[in-house]
């Protein structure tokens, strides 16, 4: 079974920024898409962004356009999240997706 974990999190002011990473112990090569999700609490989970093979097409959710960035690696096997300007409801539990397997999440705070 594949292995998918996240790293990066923590806790910023808001305006700073985080990198997000989400590492799979296989190859992503052959996942067409691959996402960054986030839950906050009390919140249902919801996508943030996803990226296609080959990053010919990124989509981001309308809450984070024009402040974060995602990305692929193949040669890492890994998938990334620039997260800028970040805000107080940015704060929740990201997951990345991997085909149909998630990952633990990390922690995003971001508070004064």
């Known amino acids: 079974q594949v292995q998918v974990v996240e790293s990066g999190g923590g806790l910023v002011q808001p305006g700073e920024s985080l990198r997000l990473s989400c590492t799979a112990s296989r190859s992503i090569i052959g996942i067409y898409t691959m996402g960054w999700y986030r839950q906050a609490p009390g919140k249902q989970r919801e996508l943030v962004a996803t990226i296609t093979n080959g990053a010919r097409r990124t989509n981001y959710a309308d809450s984070v356009k024009g402040r974060f960035a995602i990305s692929r690696d193949s040669a890492k096997n890994a998938v990334y999240l620039q997260m800028n300007e970040l805000k107080p409801e940015d704060t929740a539990v990201y997951y990345c997706?991997?085909?149909?397997?998630w990952g633990q999440g990390t922690q995003v705070t971001v508070s004064s």
């Open positions: 997706l991997y085909s149909s397997t």
